[in-house]
């Protein structure tokens, strides 16, 4: 079973301060996705990472992808309380099963 | 523009009562899963269809039955529950090519 790591679990800052949410596993993985999750709505996802050292960009967020493809990273600059919400990471690895794996999440609270 | 829609929303089951939860979505994708997600463990997938007539086990399938008769809905049944199923269960899907999951708003369900 593969399993994914995500810290830290709880995360509670002031609005404008950075941040970085980790997600990291001992397999090697073929894609690894963020999402985020509101209270009562399911997960919305955020970005897609396919290739060991990649960086995608949204506005705020920056996601990289480790050079070995076995973690990732989240970082948002000058968080803002519309950031507020759960943070998961998902992996797919080369099974030939299609379902992904979700790590247990980071809860990140903003305070204004 | 519903995407994946679960039905009910919320209900509470007695120990050994047994129930359906249905999921539909309008996107024509191949695949649909089952998760539940409990505090702290993150979502973890139940069952999964590969298409319409398959299904297959994820991670903690047992006391948990699927159908998918027709493409577009994914069935979850529970034969008799248990207070062990309290839970919100989200149904997701995917398409063919397309890495990430689109997730319906969840079912907050209570065996009690």
């Known amino acids: 079973t593969q399993l994914l790591e995500q810290s830290p679990q709880f995360l509670s800052i002031q609005e404008g301060e950075n941040l970085t949410v980790y997600c990291n596993s001992s397999?090697?993985?073929?894609?690894l996705q963020w999402y985020r999750q509101e209270p009562g709505e399911g997960p919305v996802l955020l970005v897609t990472?396919?290739?060991?050292?990649e960086v995608k960009k949204l506005k705020r967020l920056t996601f990289q992808f480790g050079d070995a493809r076995k973690d990732s990273s989240l970082h948002i600059t000058a968080a803002q309380t519309g950031d507020t919400g759960l943070y998961l990471c998902?992996?797919?690895?080369?099974?030939?099963?299609?379902?992904?794996?979700f790590g247990s999440g980071t809860r990140l609270q903003v305070q204004p | 523009n519903a995407g994946v829609t679960q039905t009910p929303k919320f209900r509470v089951l007695k120990t050994g009562q047994s129930m359906t939860l249905l999921c539909a979505q309008d996107?024509?994708?191949?695949?649909m899963y089952w998760y539940r997600q409990d505090p702290g463990m993150g979502l973890r997938l139940i069952h999964y269809?590969?298409?319409?007539?398959?299904?297959a086990k994820g991670e903690v399938p047992d006391g948990y039955n699927v159908s998918r008769l027709k493409k577009q809905n994914f069935l979850l049944g529970l034969e008799s529950a248990a207070p062990s199923q309290t839970s919100v269960y989200f149904c997701a899907s995917s398409g063919q090519g397309v890495y990430g999951y689109t997730f319906g708003s969840g079912t907050r369900l209570t065996v009690v």
């Open positions: 996107m024509n994708h191949e695949y």
């Open positions: 998902a992996g797919a690895w080369d099974t030939g099963r299609r379902a992904l794996t």
């Open positions: 269809s590969v298409g319409e007539g398959t299904t």
């Open positions: 397999s090697v993985f073929s894609s």
């Open positions: 990472v396919v290739t060991g050292g």
